[in-house]
């Protein structure tokens, strides 16, 4: 079945250190891709996404660019904050109404 | 506004209760999701309702008890409660309709969680 595999963590940078987190993906079809952040005692926010091959999702300095030769889509970060710290979620849309969450990497920021 | 809303926030209770988890949502989309997030952060799909119609129902204990009342709502009623059942649910939703013409949006909004705490 479709399943999403993403690097264990937790990470740990210094600030502005440059983040990676690596996702792969197995599925059938073309999924839709996303990466999700998780603040501590919050829900998931959508963080960025990507709908089809070779798109870039973008958003507050964070990028993944949707790779169909490799199966992935990591997530990546030139300069990381303290506020960055959180949980990040890789996910993909396996078919109407089902989506799929990788077991989450968690990310920690040091001043 | 909050677009998906979750009550209560903290829930803790004994083992053998019965207690309810409600979820509302104001975006105007078609299908709601509860998902249980264990203490690794590992997050599982529970069911999913589009247009107060069940859609998804994993394996999940028939103690747990979807009900829609209308496509805005989603609640999680859970007979017998047991240790194991502690964890964190999240409430989410996303507009499914009219994607194969292009639109819609594809990505889910979660609610804040509620904490189930069984003792």
């Known amino acids: 079945g479709d399943s999403v595999t993403q690097m264990e963590g937790p990470v740990t940078l210094s600030e502005e250190a440059f983040l990676t987190i690596n996702c792969t993906y197995t599925?059938?079809?073309?999924?839709?891709l996303f990466w999700y952040v998780q603040y501590p005692g919050e829900g998931l926010q959508l963080l960025l996404k990507?709908?089809?091959?070779?798109d870039k999702g973008s958003n507050k300095g964070f990028e993944a660019t949707y790779r169909k030769e490799t199966t992935s889509f990591h997530l990546e970060k030139g300069s990381v904050q303290v506020s960055d710290s959180a949980v990040y979620f890789c996910a993909l849309r396996s078919g109407t109404y089902k989506y799929i969450f990788g077991t989450g990497t968690r990310l920690k920021v040091l001043a | 506004d909050t677009a998906v809303s979750q009550t209560p926030k903290y829930l803790v209770t004994q083992m053998g209760n019965d207690k309810s988890i409600k979820c509302e949502q104001n975006?105007?989309?078609?299908?709601m999701y509860w998902y249980k997030q264990d203490s690794k952060k590992f997050l599982k799909i529970m069911f999913s309702?589009?247009?107060?119609?069940?859609?998804i129902n994993e394996t999940v204990p028939n103690r747990f008890s979807p009900k829609s009342p209308d496509k805005a709502h989603l609640n999680l009623h859970i007979n017998s409660l047991e240790l194991g059942d502690s964890a964190v649910y999240f409430c989410a939703s996303s507009h499914e309709m009219g994607l194969a013409s292009g639109l819609g949006t594809y990505e889910q909004y979660f609610g804040p969680g509620t904490r189930l705490t069984v003792t």
């Open positions: 975006l105007g989309h078609d299908t």
């Open positions: 599925a059938t079809g073309y999924p839709s």
């Open positions: 990507a709908t089809k091959a070779d």
């Open positions: 309702y589009n247009n107060k119609e069940l859609i």
